[in-house]
């Protein structure tokens, strides 16, 4: 009969292989160093399919009730908290129904052929000499936020406007719908509150009501804010193409000579190191620069288990959309 410390350890290594070849694919997609979109979807699948497995929640239960039975120890302890970890991960994934199950495997392939799409569809806009300029989420924001023609924020802004028709054009709709389809299927209203139950382990209203009172608290002065604006730029500063150039763009170009690209990466590390988050022993990968096919947004990646980082080492992984030649926007996105 295996042990639960035993039957825990096999489940993490199992979990580990599948998470760790999904995480793979989805770094080399985003990054876009590959372009095989379906092999992400097919490990999207594959983790999807091992999370969802009824079957694992009756042997977790097994488990549990075999320790409830053995004596109190550190590792049991342990061992019964790790338990239970998996216990709540499977609860939240296992579909309620078949149809569930079909459904999720459908968003899974409908979202990368979205995906895929969105790669490829180029935005660009109109820079001061009139010239058509190609340009990334990162490039067109940081030209609204600081560019001293009018016109030109207002052309980049409206680079933006296009790419949202675009999404609403190219099945974004259709992606709400089975998102809430799926929802259904699990016993709830709408896929806010099946995430807010699930992910954020609460009610929809009270995250609502978390949501509503900081509203509330911060709209008074928010509104003054804005007032002031009015008075000192005139009302065309609630402009969205003029809003962030009129109420900080100063600021941000104040600032470039104290923030040079050159530093950044340095001032980064030891901006970490002060906070004295040391990173000793993990292995970082950054990859700072904008370029064609690569996701336009930054975020940190951990490729690995919180869990396993004892044992594997911890990695992290942090892109940026960085652009040398537009100083502002590379000292806001990389330092």
């Not at 990466?265 to 002060?274: G, L, N």
Request: charged content about 25%; overall charge negative; aromatic content about 10%.
């Amino acid at each position: 009969m295996t042990s639960p410390a035993t039957f825990l350890d096999t489940l993490n290594q199992e979990y580990l292989a599948v998470h760790k070849h999904k995480e793979k694919l989805f770094w080399d997609v985003y990054m876009g160093t590959s372009d095989d979109q379906q092999a992400l979807a097919d490990a999207e699948k594959s983790w999807n399919a091992f999370v969802s497995d009824a079957a694992r929640i009756d042997a977790i239960n097994h488990q549990l009730e075999t320790l409830s039975s053995l004596e109190d120890s550190e590792e049991n302890r342990a061992t019964k908290h790790g338990l239970e970890g998996w216990l709540n991960m499977f609860s939240s994934h296992v579909p309620e129904t078949a149809e569930a199950d079909e459904l999720k495997k459908s968003i899974i392939d409908y979202e990368a052929g979205f995906f895929k799409k969105r790669k490829d569809y180029l935005l660009h806009y109109t820079d001061e000499n009139g010239e058509q300029v190609e340009a990334g989420l990162p490039v067109l924001s940081a030209v609204i936020s600081t560019h001293e023609s009018e016109a030109v924020r207002k052309s980049a802004h409206n680079a933006l406007l296009g790419l949202e028709q675009w999404v609403l054009e190219n099945g974004f709709i259709d992606m709400v719908k089975q998102r809430n389809a799926y929802a259904r299927a699990m016993g709830f209203d709408n896929y806010f509150d099946y995430s807010s139950a699930k992910k954020d382990q609460m009610p929809a209203e009270t995250l609502l009501s978390i949501l509503n009172t900081f509203e509330s608290a911060t709209c008074d002065a928010n509104q003054r804010g804005l007032d002031g604006l009015v008075a000192e730029h005139g009302a065309d500063v609630l402009e969205p193409f003029n809003f962030g150039a009129k109420s900080s763009g100063d600021a941000v170009k104040a600032l470039e000579q104290y923030l040079p690209f050159a530093k950044s990466v340095e001032r980064w590390i030891a901006s970490f190191s002060k906070l004295h988050i040391p990173f000793s022993d993990a292995e970082l990968t950054l990859d700072l620069l904008e370029r064609e096919g690569k996701y336009q947004n930054g975020f940190c990646h951990g490729p690995l288990p919180h869990s396993t980082m004892e044992v594997n080492g911890s990695q992290l992984k942090w892109p940026s959309q960085a652009t040398p030649s537009l100083t502002s926007q590379a000292v806001a996105i990389a330092s």
